[in-house]
């Protein structure tokens, strides 16, 4: 294939729906960092997505200022990566088509993602609900991607995606590789949400989501709030979910030592929960706060911001193009 002598391509896109949090960060942004020195990079904010469940547009554009702006503070170089909008590139409809040609209702309705907002949303299940993977699936094969950075939540999605680039290789020929969800050959992510309830996420269950744009205190007084208990009493007790959880986060953003010192303090029954916390508490603000300042830094350069979405937009116009050309001579549909 045309691009095998160059950076394997990757791509991946998170949803303006809200603003990013540490499920955005370990899921998705942490690999994004990792691997764009080595691979062709193409990252968008998924505004056409957005509109699936998020139909009113009042806050949208500065919702994608406000994640653009965290993607940059988080460490993504706009000069090594394409940065852009996905409603910047119109072949991403023209390809969502012809993918929804290859896109079996029964599966979409399949779709744990499309049942789980069917469910939020009964006044609103809408076309583009139903057919929200033939738009991933379609951001992804527009640049011919092998690798899409992702948390676990997403991994349907990938599978979908394949089965798309699959069934169109066999009916007009070879052009799409099969993308994977890639997290370096380690499972897929999935960070808990503080309350053990499920996962943190942008626009659901806010108190027991760390946004990357908390201030000290909250991300303090969220942490402190995180559910415990009494702690074991006899060696080998297993733990709840919710400690589980804890000792997870605790593993993202402290030390090893800290890790294992807890870890210790469980196994010998001697664990203050109120002491992990307060570590927790602590190393979730040197976190967070580095990210959360320099991203206010650079939203308030408004021409810097447009500056990256414009070029980051130019690059990925030009690889979408490419691929159309491929996609609509496969097809046939090129009468001039
Ligand atoms: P979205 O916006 O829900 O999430 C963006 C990225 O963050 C990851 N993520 C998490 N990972 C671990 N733990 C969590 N609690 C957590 N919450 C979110 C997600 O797995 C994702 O990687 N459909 C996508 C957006 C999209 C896309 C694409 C992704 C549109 N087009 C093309 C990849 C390729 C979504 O809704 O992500």
New binding site residues.
Partial sequence: MEKSAKKPVV???????GI??????????QNYIRMQDEYECYF?V?DL??LTTHPDTKSLRANVLHVISEHLACGLDPDKVALYC?SAIHETSELYFYLNTLAYKGELEKTT?FKDKARLQPQNINAALLT?PS???A??LLHR?LY???????EQ??EM?RNFATRFNHRYGEIFPG?LAFNFGAA??????LDGS?????SENQNA?LYLSDDDALIRKKVMKAKTDEGPKVPGTPMPDYIENLFHLLQLVSTTEVYEKFVTDYNQCSIRYGDLKKQLAENMVQFIAPIREKAIVIRNNESYMQEVMEKGAAKAGESAKKTMQLVRDAIGVKYF
């Fill in positions: 791509m991946s896109g998170i949803r303006p729906t990013l949090h540490l499920g955005s960060y370990f899921g998705a942004l968008m998924a997505h957005s996905q993602t929200y738009l991933m699936a951001d992804i991607a899409v950075p992702v948390g676990k939540d997403q999605h990938l995606a993308p897929l992510v999935k960070v808990p949400a499920g996962k943190m996420s942008k989501t």
